[in-house]
């Protein structure tokens, strides 16, 4: 046995079905589901080692020759058959398969062995010569677009033609149809042992004129170039954009799979399949599956044919289940499948072919689900006793609870229900419509909302289906490409909408109306750019946008959540300025406000001139005196927020934004602002250019401010704490935090302790004091590396981790859209440092800065408030830091509350990865 080949079949896997890096998962599956006692076609697996030393060197490991030789003659021993055999030719699949499922990614090639002469000689032994066509033209095409780089058109093309001269014959009415109908009327397996033999010559003399090279008829050098193209295939572009998109390492590299075929594609008793072991949009414990009779491979999921269900009860397709057509195989799939559920405990999805009459299993592999499927699974597996209350929770991506937590359509909302197809991936999205992936990424990338329509999707437009808030095509099941990649991505999807003629040249579709009957009452046309709602859950199509609701977070949701709050140390709170946003905050969970960004309160439309003419006054009297009208409004918001949080801590920051922000630019603001503060238009002109600065976001900001101008937080102090004293009358718990802003020094910060304590004493006189915190953001780096000396100050840190990212890279987050990119791409850095915390950088600041803060003050009080502590990564590394809190946006915190369970759960070395790899 070579260290690089691995036999598997009769019961017994030389390879270990744990190492998965060494398998691949499609092998390790293979190897597993042998081992259990499940019939599999025996085959053998070649290592990931020998396709990165291909990749590397460019030529095979030595000995990898001999060692597929002698593997493939134990096949050949356990099948009774020979490859390349004229009598009793063998057959094989070469099938990729990397560590983590990458659907659709690589390319697999079916019934490998066959030429001119063992295709007589299957013909002869199965008794079956349609069948050992149908088998060579597959086999032709596959090889020729996967092995030899032709393109699929042309053979697609081919096996038109064929349909119409078969309708010719037949004499069909059907000279009208165009070649998407005649493919229904007439699918694959309608044609005829004479076409398919026609369609096989032409299929060579396709690949000869799209290669340049002859189709190879020598099984052997079949075999080589297969094994090539799938070690190749791991760096093909869909394969490298799939892994960028799922931080799949490129050194993995791929497994091939070589296994001896079974067929389902040999008549009426032969069938192929998938299935999952429970429903992977909603989690319901019954076997969900698509099958179809007399076909092969990957028809079910290509949306060649309209696909049937495997279990009875589907509306509409009585009779027609697998469950009904073929009963014994069928009893047989669903043992098969409760027996992969208890030795993985976890969902699986299965591939399945029928030959004759006979069950064959040929993939399993944990199921993709939707974010609502993954929740409930954990529970009721939890339920069932299959897993442990921390696997459950280890189980769910945080991050896919978005979809959970975004807007469903209102129910009450007017809509026009356009068409209906299969409610494949859930959620609500309107947007405008596009046809092609390029339009959706293009768009998208201006910000402009879209929906992906197309006949179906392929890994060619994972782009698009990316940049898209929805995913709409006409032709495909619950398994088709569309339907795994969105449910992946968390995006709506509806598949299979079959009222939809989609005309890609023109820019346009035609959708067909019917009544409640089901019949056809006339048509609409929609053109790219229109309108439309969808929505994934129930497969409906609107015409124009409908209004949303959002989402109510009880059931197994709110049982995963009790479990993941009852094993996290970190704490969670919101980023909210508003009264409305804390509400949705305390509704997701949060835990108290980590950020009030006072200056949002400014923005108003009822403030924003009596702030214009704080900022704009040359003297102390003027701008008390704008100071005042404020006063009464920011004393109502922090009431509110208070009120808001019943006795749960408020961290409020003092102002912080450049000014420039708020000055006004048109004249007739100019004019009026003049006539208010009784200035003259271009003394209010002159003041504006006095406060122009080269770098704003550098300049005169945060608790400069107050060093300038201390009646600016003098006011915002007394609104405070004026509101918290008020609060506290009215029986309610008050728990403010006052937080000096991009502060860089300890004279600085104390310089704002003495006017934050000079007010509170004007507030509270002699008694009534309400207790308050007073403490800093560390949000420069020079603030975090004297940490120590800000602590004898601060009672509390929060890591504005935005600021000091900007700072610590020297990057603007505002411009570096336009070269981060390129700077993850090509892997100078690990991950965009906005949306993940920069680990090795701007984490040890964030070390330092806790270290000597505790040091100074051992009962500091430790928090993040960036866009950070809603990154699930992120919080594992301030969970690992010894933060009390994390604060993010109202949406994120129940993301970041399961993100600090998993971490807690991980720094204990709790067992139980997370399932949907
Ligand atoms: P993917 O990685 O895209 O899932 P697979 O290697 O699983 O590709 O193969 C594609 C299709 O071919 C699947 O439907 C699979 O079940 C089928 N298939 C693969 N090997 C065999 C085989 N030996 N016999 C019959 N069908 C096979
Ligand atoms: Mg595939
Ligand atoms: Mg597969």
Redesign the pocket.
Known sequence: MSSHVFFFGQGKSEGDPKRRDILGG?GAGLAEMTVLGLPVPPGFTISTEACNHYSDKGAHPPGLQDAVAAALKRVEGVMGATFGDAKNPLLVSV?SGARASM?GMMD?ILNLGLNDVTVEGLATRTNNPRFAYDAYRRFIAMYGSVAMGASKEPFEHVLDEARQRLVKARGMAVTAMNAEELRRVLPDSELPLEELKTVVAQFKAVVQKETGSPFPSDPQAQLWGAIEAVFGSWGNHRAVVYRKMHDIPASWGTACNIQSMVFGNMGDTSATG?CFTRDPSTGEKRVFGEWLPNAQG?DVVAGIRTPLPVGAGTPGTKGNSLEERMPKPHGELMRMCAVLEKHFRDMQDV?FTIQDGTLWM??CRNGKRAARAAVRLAVEMVKEGLITEDEAVLRVDPTSLNQLLHPTLDPSAPRNQLAAGLGASPGAASGHIVFSADDAEKQGELGKPVILVRVDTSPEDIHGMKAARGILTARGGMTSHAAVVARGMGKPCVAGCSALAINYALGQMTITLYDEKGNPKGSTMLKQGDIITMDGGTGQVFLGPVPTVNATLSGDFAQLMAWADARRTLKVRANADTPLDAHTARGFGAQGIGLCRTEHMFFDEARIAAVREMILSDNVDQRQHALAKLLPFQKEDFVGLFREMKGLPVTIRLLDPPLHEFLPHKPEQLAQLARDMKVTVEKLQQRVSELHEFNPMLGHRGCRLAVTFPEIYEMQVRAILEAARQVQKEGLGVEPEIMIPLTISLPELNRMKVLVDKVAKEVFGAGDAVPFKFGTMIEIPRAALLADELAQTAEFFSFGTNDLTQCTLGLSRDDAGKFLPSYVDSALLPRDPFVSIDQEGVGSLVKTACEKGRKARPDIKLGVCGEHGGDPQSVEFFHGVGLAYVSCSPFRVPIARLAAAQAALKSKGSKGGVGTA
Do not use: A, D, N
């Open positions: 499609k099938r659907p697999t998938v990957e591939e040929l993939q």
